[in-house]
């Protein structure tokens, strides 16, 4: 007798449609003063739909699922219907091209991710006690969903590796990318963090440092309360900068900060840095209940090291001093290294509707695998961290190994 448990989906057009408290039963399971995730909250996947920064005319439409046993929800996922591949961070570009010379339509695609945010979590949301009946239901809800709509693919972006672990095993396509980390190995501050590294770095921070704060800023670190209507109205302006530079036009809306200044503002961290009474850059955090997650950086002219002082060393500081095990620094960026931050595999799943597309990419991404893998263990034994010598052995052992 089978007495597996009778599973629904539903497909969700908007968060709203689902109670915060029954998908926080699932994102934020504990309910702790500060969530193990901030991005994956109902109130923050909300901001970006009451903002218009995903939605209709953004190529970002949600389509989010819900699994329900027995009228309970048990299990939900972050998703959308996707008409580019922008605001990814996992670029899947020579894919749609290869897929359209092809003769195929890459474009909708259906995307697991929190849009514009490179940040690593769990993308399956399932009830404590739910984990294998909760994501083996949201996989087959996803393909259900992709081949009733003529969907290419499916992408689950930035997961952990306990999923992608998981949906490999399922029959998902498995992609490792990388990023840059630092992790904190109990330090008592940011001195005892400097005397883990090598003379030659430890004084180039130092000098990075000094330099910052020779011209004169001075650097707030904000939160709750403290963040005021006046500092979103300065790093909107900073923010637009960034987003004209890098992206041609910026993914949030000032919508965006005006919600997360009424419902996210315990989750932020926001440094800010003034000269004679004056805003001149600031730096955007999210406060996981372990990890400090840096999102995005603006300024208003260009100050010497600010950026590393703000971006890189005040994360630091913050995380030494409220005990956080690590801080995520966002895509890319191998400048990061000499800073501390040591490069670590990041995990995707994905699935593609034609057999022999998927075959070619499988290929690919074995071999790419690979190279992720060889790069990672090259790029941190250049890392900046003190070499020591092994008692046992007599030979160089790195003194800067990651998680």
Known sequence: MDDSPTIEIDVLAAIEDLPAKDWDACADPENAARSDNPFTTHRFLKALEDSGSVGKGTGWQPRHLVAR????VIAVMPLYGKSHSQGEYIFDHNWAHAYERAGGRYYPKLQSAIPFTPATGRRFLTRPGWDGIGRAALTDGAIQLAQGNGVSSIHITFCTEAEFD???NA???QRTSQQFHWNNRQYSDFEAFLADLSSRKRKAIRKERRTAMASGVTVSGLTGD?????????FWEFYQDTGDRKW???YL???FFEEAHAHLRNDILLFFAEMDGQPVAGALNFLGQNVLYGRYWGCRYEVPCLHFEMCYYQAIDFAIENNLERVEAGAQGSHKLARGYLPVPTYSLHWVADEGFAKAISQYLEAEREAIDEEIEIVTNYGPFRKVMS???????HGGETE
């Open 171 to 173: 029959g998902l396509l």
């Open 391 to 397: 008692e046992n052995e007599g030979g160089a052992a």
């Open 69 to 72: 046993a027995q009228g309970e």
């Open 166 to 168: 998981a949906g490999g």
């Open 226 to 234: 403290d963040i005021k209507p006046h500092h979103w109205d300065a």
């Open 253 to 255: 809306t000032r919508e």
């Open 248 to 250: 041609g036009t910026p």
